[in-house]
């Protein structure tokens, strides 16, 4: 894993990056950067870790479906000021992958918001795309099936099939290229193995 190299291509293709050694810095940081708002929150094991509902929800209006299941609060999400969400996979060539089922996280990284932060630990980073789509496939889109105990043939092996299953979890996958026009994209990567 190139940090360095993985961070210059980042910002060479317009992303804004920070990165830090814990996730207790980066949380601090983010904190810093978001007051007054409202913040919409993907589904994310990083951003769990992270504790963000709970210390941005003290200066903010946080709308995020793990604390409030239901579509009133995806669609406050979909249009809030801020968008917070972790990658699937970030290549050491600059690009974030995503892979959704239900649409709401990929789509938010895409429109509707001031700013977006895309928050990854570096076990996320891949040395070129085609191991970052790899990592997507068969590392997070499995561990995601498990964790909804889903039936599907990647829980019987742990490699994606690209399955036709009924109880198929991935519907889209997003590449990001660089900052979509009009949102300031900042890319929080920690030194630290988070999410999944
Ligand atoms: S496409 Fe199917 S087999 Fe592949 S990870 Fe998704 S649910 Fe599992």
């Known amino acids: 894993m190139d940090l360095e190299k993985?961070?210059?291509n980042l910002e060479l293709r317009g992303f804004k990056v920070s990165f830090f050694d814990t996730g207790k810095e980066a949380a601090?940081?983010?904190?810093?950067q978001i007051s007054g708002c409202t913040v919409g929150f993907g589904g994310s094991k990083t951003l769990e870790a992270l504790g963000l509902f709970e210390t941005l929800s003290e200066n903010n209006t946080v709308y995020w479906h793990w604390k409030a299941p239901g579509k009133e609060t995806l669609k406050a999400a979909a249009?809030?000021?801020?968008y917070l969400s972790s990658a699937n996979?970030?290549?050491?060539d600059g690009e974030i992958l995503n892979i959704d089922g239900t649409g709401?996280?990929?789509a938010a990284t895409l429109y509707g918001h001031r700013k977006v932060f895309i928050v990854a630990g570096t076990n996320k980073i891949c040395p070129d795309f085609a191991s970052a789509l790899s990592r997507a496939r068969n590392t997070a889109a499995v561990k995601n099936c498990a964790r909804?105990?889903?039936?599907?043939?990647?829980?019987?092996d742990g490699r994606c099939h690209d399955c036709r299953s009924p109880e198929r979890i991935c519907h889209a996958l997003t590449v990001l290229w660089g900052p979509m026009g009009g949102m300031e994209t900042e890319v929080v990567l920690i030194?630290?193995?988070?999410?999944?």
């Open 148 to 156: 909804f105990g889903k039936k599907t043939p990647c829980q019987v």
């Open 6 to 8: 993985t961070r210059q």
């Open 28 to 32: 601090a940081h983010i904190a810093s």
């Open 191 to 196: 030194g630290e193995d988070l999410g999944m």
């Open 104 to 106: 709401n996280r990929v």
């Open 89 to 92: 996979a970030v290549s050491e």
């Open 79 to 82: 249009f809030a000021d801020v």
